[in-house]
């Protein structure tokens, strides 16, 4: 099998002296739909954080194509192909939305230009002039992913993309992270919402207390319910969404 | 950032015509014209700790050692090789970029507080540098030089002639200043300023656009210590000092940092002030720390940043200021802001 694009090897991640991850691996191949679910606290987004540099791993391997970037800085990550969409969006409130995505350009042209995002979502294109920080939380989204996006990643990290938005909007949003994936773009979904994600996901690992407690295909898991509350610690009745 | 509008043309307008009447106006206002003078060169000076505190999120506060640095630069320059006016400025404004170059290296690798301590204690390297070369710049008493002729023209610039060949440079700086904080460079200092958490993942290489803003401030800095080396025709190791770098961050945030006039609002302020206020009164400081006090407890966008705020149709503007990532726990930001 050729490399993984993104190989994660026995992670430790500390907080000052809480251990928060706990040898924790996995792999994500090209093109692939990987989610990672889990409570909250579970270490997913501190996954995350992991990968791009924004916390720096104890020890543990984190390789992008083969290529080891663990301790390297977050700029150098994102420049090697790492879009993240960061839970709760996080814009630049004080810039439009325009600005935001010439920002995350920054030179670096591909197949996803600020023209072609802007066509996938025309809701942006006519808020272009707005600040962001003046967008309902759905049209953060968009932006977010869009800012993503317009780098032309080969992996894209996206933590929580339905946190705290009407369903129809999450059905948008999903509809998107579908047309990257067909797109050819390799995604680590990061989900509380485990339904949402194991229908469009193609493998999923679970987190628990920082580690990974099972890792699986995502069609079969989706239809093992009682598995699923079970490692995501729910009740059968809570899952239903 | 938000076009200004119908009305801010006609203020700044009006502004400028004011500077401009200021050679007539001063007298019957009891200002002697070197005041109106010195309002101009600190709210360059200011402007140049501006782009730092207010437009990238980093504070200055040994912004003085390139202030000093340009004043010395020139001075030494027309002591030493009988450079011309305009020649005497330039050299002010590269010692101010030397000096940026040579300790930007070791500020870039601490924010916040550290990054503003780091840069008083090298601003003060160079306080001492000037106050123990004595053979070079005279140490402790300082040295005296003469204003240069104009080149080319073998005018000498006096007076109302000084104050307006400043009050152009001055017009330079806010011209290029404003085409800056608006050009993708000025946006991405914005950007850093908000978050550079959030910068950093998008790909950019935050400490190489605060290298190139704090040079850039250095250049304005350097380029106002010059000017006033020629006004006062003298330079002398206090304008190197962490107190002069503190009056220069003062006016910016008393003028309303963030804000393109704020500064000289501020240095309006500070300077005029200072001037009636010490002939009045032997404590004469009090008053104005007051003043500083009040402002950073009441108008933290300082006096010009809270009018613009209280204007019909800002009210809701949307401050380019810094917050936070929900993941990103304090404790690993430290880890990572390096």
Request: with cysteine.
């Amino acid at each position: 099998m050729s490399e993984p694009l993104l190989r994660v090897e026995n992670l430790n991640t500390y907080y000052g002296k809480s251990h928060i991850l706990h040898d924790v691996s996995f792999e994500v191949g090209k093109g692939e739909l990987v989610a990672l679910l889990g409570l909250n606290g579970a270490g997913k987004t501190t996954t995350m954080r992991s990968i791009l540099g924004l916390t720096r791993p104890r020890s543990g391997q984190v390789a992008l194509d083969g290529v080891s970037v663990a301790g390297s800085p977050p700029h150098r990550i994102a420049r090697m192909g790492v879009g993240y969409v960061p839970e709760g969006r996080r814009m630049f409130a004080g810039l439009t939305v325009l600005e935001n995505l010439q920002l995350a350009e920054n030179g670096r042209k591909g197949d996803w230009s600020i023209e072609r995002v802007l066509q996938h979502l025309p809701k942006l294109r006519e808020l272009s002039g707005r600040k962001a920080g003046r967008l309902s939380g759905g049209e953060q989204e968009m932006l977010a992913i869009g800012r993503a996006i317009v780098s032309n990643p080969t992996l894209m990290l996206i933590d929580e993309a339905s946190q705290g938005l009407a369903p129809l909007i999450v059905q948008e949003v999903y509809r998107l992270i579908e047309e990257l994936k067909q797109d050819g773009v390799a995604i680590l979904l990061v989900e509380q919402n485990a339904l949402l994600a194991l229908k469009i996901a193609d493998r999923a690992y679970v987190m628990d207390e920082g580690r990974i407690v099972y890792h699986g295909d995502a069609a079969a898991l989706l239809k093992d319910r009682e598995r699923i509350a079970d490692l995501m610690g729910l009740n059968a009745g809570e899952l239903a969404s | 950032m938000k076009p200004i509008g119908i009305w801010g043309w006609v203020a700044t307008a009006i502004l400028f015509v004011l500077l401009l009447l200021a050679p007539q106006l001063a007298p019957r206002l009891h200002l002697a014209l070197t005041i109106c003078t010195d309002v101009l060169l600190f709210a360059i000076a200011a402007m140049a700790v501006n782009l730092l505190l207010g437009y990238t999120g980093v504070l200055p506060f040994g912004n003085a050692a390139f202030f000093g640095l340009g004043a010395y630069g020139a001075g030494l320059s027309i002591q030493n090789f009988h450079v011309g006016f305009i020649t005497s400025l330039v050299i002010g404004t590269l010692a101010g970029v030397v000096g940026a170059v040579l300790i930007g290296p070791f500020l870039l690798r601490r924010r916040g507080i550290y990054f503003a301590l780091l840069m008083i204690a090298f601003g003060q390297v160079f306080y001492f540098i000037a106050y123990r070369f004595t053979n070079i710049t005279g140490g402790e008493d300082g040295m005296n030089f003469t204003r240069p002729p104009l080149e080319g023209l073998g005018i000498h610039l006096q007076d109302a002639g000084f104050y307006y060949a400043i009050l152009l440079i001055f017009t330079l700086v806010v011209v290029g200043f404003w085409l800056l904080v608006r050009s993708p460079f000025g946006r991405t200092l914005v950007a850093i300023k908000q978050n550079e958490v959030r910068a950093r993942y998008l790909g950019l290489n935050t400490d190489r656009f605060i290298f190139v803003a704090l040079m850039i401030s250095a250049a304005i800095e350097g380029l106002a210590g010059a000017c006033y080396g020629l006004s006062i025709m003298f330079a002398y190791p206090l304008l190197l000092d962490w107190h002069q770098s503190g009056d220069i961050v003062l006016m910016t945030i008393l003028g309303g940092a963030g804000t393109i006039f704020g500064p000289l609002v501020g240095a309006i302020i500070y300077v005029i002030g200072e001037d009636i206020l010490s002939t009045a009164l032997p404590w004469w400081q009090i008053p104005l720390g007051a003043l500083f006090v009040a402002c950073v407890l009441g108008f933290p966008k300082g006096l010009l940043g809270t009018a613009l705020d209280l204007l019909p149709g800002r009210k809701n503007r949307i401050e380019p200021g810094h917050d936070l990532d929900f993941a990103a726990p304090i404790i690993a930001d430290r880890e990572t802001t390096r």
